[in-house]
T-cell receptor, first 112, second 115 residues
């Protein structure tokens, strides 16, 4: 079967760095996405990885290892507004019509 | 102006009523999707459409139907609403062009409560 695993909850302190992990088992791989979702709001796109390595975008970075079926989202200089759920999603192979497989999300609480 | 809009934003209805949720986009994307989100269950795909003449069932299509009226419009209908369809519903769009990453962009959501 196809599966994405993320920790359910994490807590961090304002100003600190936090790493949110995502592991996946899918039939094929055509890209991994990270989204941020504040409570009651829409998911918003953060990052996309399709090749191994680190993609950096301001305070946020995302890493991918295809051989390990592993990704992480790194958030630096945490701010209170970063308290949200972070969703990992993987696009499977073309046979699945390129649909996304979604993780359940990691709820991050940033404390002062 | 928002690129992906959904109407209504909130709706309370009764069991057995027919409900339509509407989605419009100005992004010029070919692909549109309907998801529902429930606590503990994450995002689940209801229906998706790759163009006006293409409609596909997702993982939880029972009890729902859709209409792609134009490239920019994709509506979701609940023919006879039931309480377990109470959820947050999201429309999303993505770009099919070869050079794109096919990233999905979400509308603001519709909170539906079925009593």
């Amino acid at each position: 079967g196809q599966n994405i695993d993320q920790p359910t909850e994490m807590t961090a302190t304002e100003g600190a760095i936090v790493q949110i992990n995502c592991t996946y088992q899918t039939s094929g791989f055509n890209g991994l996405f990270w989204y941020q979702q504040h409570a009651g709001e829409a998911p918003t796109f953060l990052s996309y990885n399709v090749l191994d390595g680190l993609e950096e975008k301001g305070r946020f970075s995302s890493f991918l290892s295809r051989s390990k079926g592993y990704s992480y989202l790194l958030l630096k200089e945490l701010q209170m507004k970063d308290s949200a759920s972070y969703l990992c999603a993987v696009r499977g192979d073309a046979g699945n019509n390129r649909k996304l497989i979604w993780g359940l999300g990691t709820s991050l609480a940033v404390n002062p | 102006d928002a690129d992906v809009t959904q109407t209504p934003r909130n709706r309370i209805t009764k069991t057995g009523k027919r409900i339509m949720l509407e989605c419009s986009q100005t992004k010029g994307h070919d692909r549109m999707y309907w998801y529902r989100q429930d606590p503990g269950l994450g995002l689940r795909l209801i229906y998706y459409s790759f163009d006006v003449k293409d409609i596909n069932k997702g993982e939880i299509s029972d009890g729902y139907s859709v209409s792609r009226q134009a490239q920019a419009k994709f509506s979701l209908s609940l023919e006879s609403a039931i309480p377990n369809q109470t959820a947050l519903y999201f429309c999303a769009t993505s770009d099919l062009k070869a050079s794109s990453t096919d990233t999905q962009y979400f509308g603001p959501g519709t909170r539906l409560t079925v009593l």
